[in-house]
Structures are given as structure tokens and as C-alpha cells.
């Protein structure tokens, strides 16, 4: 309201916060680790939905998630777009007798990680998928020599390295698939915009 920031959170970790569960302690802490790696933005909280936003952040921000990876694409649509991000302390008490939420912390911390793991491969699609494919295809290539080795040596065919070989080699060139065709189409995206 001061006009200080455009997005304000509210931070569990600054605040007094009491009665947290452990487990989902636990997971705030790993997801949001994830969250901070990928927005590179410094926030402890990246995962508070209790945010306030200036009418500019309103209006410049395009969320396409719909669950609670919201949180996390609205951070790096911010920082895409340099708006000013700013954190105060809240104080929340968790309360294991009432239930907060119809969706349990499980199926919630699934959706968060799914939104990072998507935006984080979207961002650099080669390092994520190629270098992998790359390291997959190469141990099925690995395994088609031994096979052939062990061919030429014993005449003994072996079915179960075959299968090895298979599913490596297809793994690897549908991961190295999958990263061009992701890049290819970001690419697009980002041109039209």
C-alpha cells in the first residue's frame, strides 16, 4: 500500500510459527530449497500463499497453473519481470485437530514439486534432459558392445543383456527427443510473446 514492493509474502520462517508437523516441516523445507534454486530470488518463504500484490503485479503476471504450483510460477514470472518482492514476518499456529485443506500435504507437496520439476526443465531442457539422455544412450551403446563381445567369443546371444541394451538406447533417445522438442518449443513461445 506504501508502494514499497509489488508482491508482498507473508513468511512462515521469519515469524513465530508454532505446532508445524514435522513431515510438513520437513517438506517446506525441501520444497522450498527447490523453489529457491529455481527462482534464484532469496525468498525463505517461496511457498506461502499469503501474498498481497500491488495492481501492476496484478496486471503484468499470466499464471497458467492451477494448484498449489501457483506459488512458485508466480515467483518466477515476477522475477521475469523485475518486479520488487518483498517478505514480512507472520505468525501461523498449526493445528493438527482441524483440517485445513481437502487435499493431504502429500498430493500438495506432489503438485509443488511437479510445478518445479516442469519450469526447471522448460528453463534449460538440455542440461536437464540431454546430458542424462546422453548418459543413458551412452551405458545402452556400453551394454550393445558387450553383447556383441559376448556374441563373438561364446556364439551365446543373451536376451536379458538385449533387453538392457533396448530399453537404455530407447530411454536415452526419447529423453534426447523430448529436450529438442521442449527447447524447440519454448523457443516458440518466447519468440511470440
Not at 29 to 42: E, F, P, R, T, V
Not at 72 to 88: D, S
Not at 133 to 145: D, S
Amino acid at each position: 500500500m506504501k508502494g514499497e514492493a509489488d508482491i508482498v509474502i507473508g513468511s512462515r520462517f521469519m515469524g513465530k510459527s508454532s505446532n508445524i508437523p514435522y513431515y510438513r516441516k520437513l517438506g517446506i523445507k525441501i520444497l522450498s530449497k527447490m523453489a529457491q534454486k529455481l527462482s534464484k530470488l532469496g525468498i525463505s518463504d517461496p511457498l506461502s500463499g499469503f501474498r498481497a500484490l500491488s495492481r501492476k503485479a496484478y496486471e503484468i503476471i499470466e499464471l497458467t497453473e492451477n494448484g498449489y504450483g501457483i506459488d512458485v510460477e508466480m515467483l518466477i514470472k515476477a522475477k521475469e519481470e523485475k518486479l520488487k518482492i518483498v517478505e514480512v514476518p507472520v505468525t501461523i499456529t498449526y493445528d493438527s485437530t482441524v483440517r485445513t485443506s481437502k487435499r493431504s500435504p502429500l498430493y500438495q507437496a506432489a503438485e509443488i514439486a511437479r510445478t518445479i520439476i516442469r519450469k526447471t526443465i522448460e528453463k534449460r531442457p538440455f542440461l536437464y534432459l540431454s546430458v542424462p539422455g546422453i548418459i543413458v544412450l551412452c551405458t545402452g551403446i556400453y551394454f550393445a558392445l558387450k553383447l556383441i563381445e559376448l556374441f563373438n567369443k561364446a556364439r551365446y546371444f543373451s536376451i536379458p543383456t538385449a533387453l538392457v541394451v533396448l530399453g537404455f538406447t530407447l530411454m536415452g533417445m526419447i529423453l534426447l527427443t523430448t529436450s529438442l522438442i521442449i527447447y524447440i518449443i519454448v523457443d516458440i513461445i518466447r519468440n511470440r510473446s
